[in-house]
């Protein structure tokens, strides 16, 4: 993501950190960034990321694929939101609507309910400065809300440290967008809905890289492989050490052809490992629940 820019708390680095994205109109970043931010960091120590408020899309690498790594998108609503072009309601918003990325719009003026619906159909907003003395205060409705979408520390240490019933993901970093395709496609089910993926992103910058991957592995219930042509198509860092170590302790390993692959290649380099299932609902559900031993 080095073509974006971030805040945390305290400068620090992004890495293992949930991610936010904000967008807004050009005009109104810098109106709204700044206390946006600031409240969701006061919350959640995560990672809020950002581009200029004039940057071109089809200036960044992988700008599609960079947005579909984010947790959540937050968007500040205005009038020049809603009726001008621009990058967040033309392009960010229907992408995190495809993908299933949650959304926070925050309502920042009066009487757009129409345009708003005419916009973005039924999605509910938070509004800071309601009259209505009835409504749960906006500060209480934000925490609930951002508790609900994104995974706080105590949880990621939890999962590092204790947590014994997760999915270990495994897959090429030039397939990060098919592993994001398969997490989501997981998550999908409501009885997977609890369960955690642990993918290279709880790795901690200074750790032994291969002592954390063995450790995670160690831990994990199921190693879920993403299948596409990159695992067979060169030497590479899971068919040299990843999936010989999930071999070595014994892990069921589940691999999803998330594109067509070689099967023969698969099967000559990939000694002892299933055929790969398609990302099919049926199938893909039958395989954990027999793997992960749940009762439906």
């Not at 994205?21 to 709204?32: G, N, Q």
């Not at 014994?164 to 970093?173: E, N, P, Q, T, W």
């Not at 496609?185 to 991957?213: M, Q, T």
Request: proline share 5%; with cysteine.
């Amino acid at each position: 993501m080095v073509n974006f820019q971030y805040k945390t708390r305290g400068q620090q680095k992004p890495q293992g950190k949930q991610r936010v994205y904000f967008t807004c109109h050009p005009d109104d970043f810098e109106i709204y960034f700044e206390d946006i931010q600031k409240e969701i960091l006061d919350q959640q120590d995560c990672a809020v990321f950002f581009l200029g408020p004039y940057t071109i899309s089809e200036e960044i690498d992988d700008y599609e694929l960079c947005l579909c790594e984010m947790q959540l998108l937050v968007v500040p609503i205005t009038r020049k939101l809603l009726t001008e072009y621009n990058i967040a309601i033309d392009t960010d918003l229907p992408l995190a609507l495809k993908n299933n990325i949650p959304i926070l719009p925050l309502m920042q003026e009066n009487d757009l309910d129409d345009l708003f619906n005419s916009k973005l159909g039924d999605l509910q907003y938070l509004y800071k400065h309601s009259h209505d003395p009835t409504s749960i205060p906006y500060e209480e409705k934000l925490t609930k809300y951002l508790e609900s979408v994104l995974i706080g520390n105590d949880l990621v240490k939890k999962i590092k440290n204790e947590f014994d019933a997760y999915i270990f993901l495994s897959y090429r970093k030039k397939d990060r967008k098919h592993a994001n395709e398969l997490m989501r496609f997981i998550h999908s089910y409501p009885i997977y809905r609890d369960i955690v993926i642990w993918y290279d992103e709880f790795l901690i910058p200074g750790e032994n890289f291969n002592d954390s991957i063995s450790s995670a592995l160690e831990k994990s219930e199921l190693v879920a492989l993403v299948v596409t042509p990159n695992l067979v198509n060169e030497s590479n860092y899971i068919l040299n050490t990843e999936y010989p170590m999930a071999q070595k302790i014994g892990k069921n390993i589940l691999p999803v052809r998330m594109v067509s692959t070689n099967s023969w290649k698969f099967k000559r380099m990939y000694k002892g490992c299933q055929r790969p299932i398609a990302p099919n609902k049926k199938k893909l559900n039958k395989s954990l629940t027999t793997m992960l031993k749940m009762q439906l």
